[in-house]
């Protein structure tokens, strides 16, 4: 059957709405090409499903001059910095010096997608500088959290000069003419069959994300079951592995909800500090002096085994004894959906 338009990988359709953020891409492969080649710097930013990697595809069709890197399966920068040139080398400076020689040679824009998997981005940057000085390539990167970029030293910062591109978060008109276009691709019998009530239901439901694969997706599993009503696109929606993150979220009660935001801000407070990347017990009672110590302790254990948010592990003080609670988000994807749900 030819379902096929509705796969997230296909990717024969043409590009809407993100005409601007192409251009500014496609102006970092043209100055580059230029005779008196300038290098500028990209970050590219939106929510998961916002067109970022589909946008960056287009490009790379038409300026084979790039390596592209994804960090959703590397996670360390040691690991993405030996994909660059393919060496492996163990020694951190023999790995960059060989890498720097390599992209001397290549003349190519480095691409770095899910830059906000990247376990120690402090290091990444750090070598991501030392290459833009010595090789003065240009660098894109892509990610859904900003808020990575706090951890770059002032010197990468000011080095790099990242020019943020933005993708917004597309509305339910943007999702309904996205959908419309795949289902055009579709045999008349086949799109005849998607309800407008329910295409539209799809549409603002993603829309709350922002995200166009989640409105895909809702869309393909409405054809992949043969089922094409609104009570349907609910079904599918709580069979998504972590159904739809803020309905989730606004299934906890206000305490907490408030507790789980004032989490988020504590973290990200410290991250910004350049402080531990975990929370303590006193950090959470220093922001919530309203709760008792019991009731702290309570919402903690609610969100680790209840919700599965956050983990946290005892730590021994060491030689003045005592022991204390390290805790942290359980993994990065909670981390990108609280981003979207209480952005910083
Ligand atoms: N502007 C767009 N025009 C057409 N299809 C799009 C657009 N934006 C997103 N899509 C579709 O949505 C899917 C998810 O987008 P993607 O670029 O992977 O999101 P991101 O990289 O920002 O998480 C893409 O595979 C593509 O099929
Ligand atoms: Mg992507």
Redesign the pocket.
């Known amino acids: 059957m030819s379902m096929k338009p509705l796969m997230?990988?296909?990717n024969t359709?043409?590009?809407?709405?993100?005409k601007t953020q192409l251009e500014s891409i496609e102006k970092v492969f043209e100055r580059y090409r230029a005779e008196d080649p300038i290098a500028t710097n990209l970050i590219l930013i939106?929510v998961?499903?916002?067109?970022?990697?589909?946008?960056m595809e287009k490009v790379m069709a038409q300026y084979p001059e790039h390596i592209y890197i994804s960090a959703a399966t590397r996670k360390r920068s040691n690991q993405i910095i030996s994909l660059i040139s393919s060496v492996n080398v163990r020694k951190t400076d023999i790995l960059l010096e060989q890498t720097i020689k390599f992209l001397k040679k290549e003349k190519k824009v480095l691409i770095i997608d899910e830059l906000n998997r990247v376990e120690d981005p402090k290091d990444l940057f750090g070598d991501l500088n030392t290459i833009f000085r010595e090789t003065g390539i240009p660098i894109i990167l892509i990610t859904?959290n900003p808020l990575i970029v706090n951890s770059m030293e002032e010197d990468a910062k000011n080095t790099l000069f990242l020019k943020r591109v933005i993708?917004a978060r597309y509305n339910a008109l943007e999702l309904r003419d996205?959908c419309l276009?795949r289902l055009r691709e579709l045999p008349e019998d086949l799109s005849r069959k998607m309800e407008d009530g329910t295409l539209r239901f799809i549409c603002a439901t993603a829309a709350r994300s922002g995200s166009?694969?989640k409105a895909?997706n809702l869309l393909r599993g409405c054809y992949t079951d043969d089922k094409f009503s609104l009570d349907h696109v609910g079904i599918l929606m709580d069979q998504e592995e972590c159904i739809d993150f803020e309905t989730f979220i606004q299934s906890m009660n206000e305490t907490q909800r408030i507790f789980l935001r004032d989490l988020k801000e504590q973290y990200d407070l410290k991250l910004r500090r350049g402080e531990e990347d975990f929370l303590t017990s006193q950090d959470i009672q220093n922001a919530r002096p309203d709760l008792h110590k019991s009731k702290i302790s309570q919402l903690i254990t609610e969100m680790e085994e209840k919700y599965c948010l956050i983990k946290t592990e005892w730590v021994e003080k060491g030689r003045g004894g005592g022991r204390y609670r390290k805790i942290s988000f359980s993994n990065q994807e909670v981390l990108d959906k609280l981003e979207e749900v209480f952005p910083a």
Request: aromatic residues 16%.
């Open positions: 997230d990988g296909f359709n043409d590009l809407l709405f993100r939106g998961t499903g916002a067109g970022k990697t589909f946008t859904n993708f996205l276009q166009a694969r895909l």
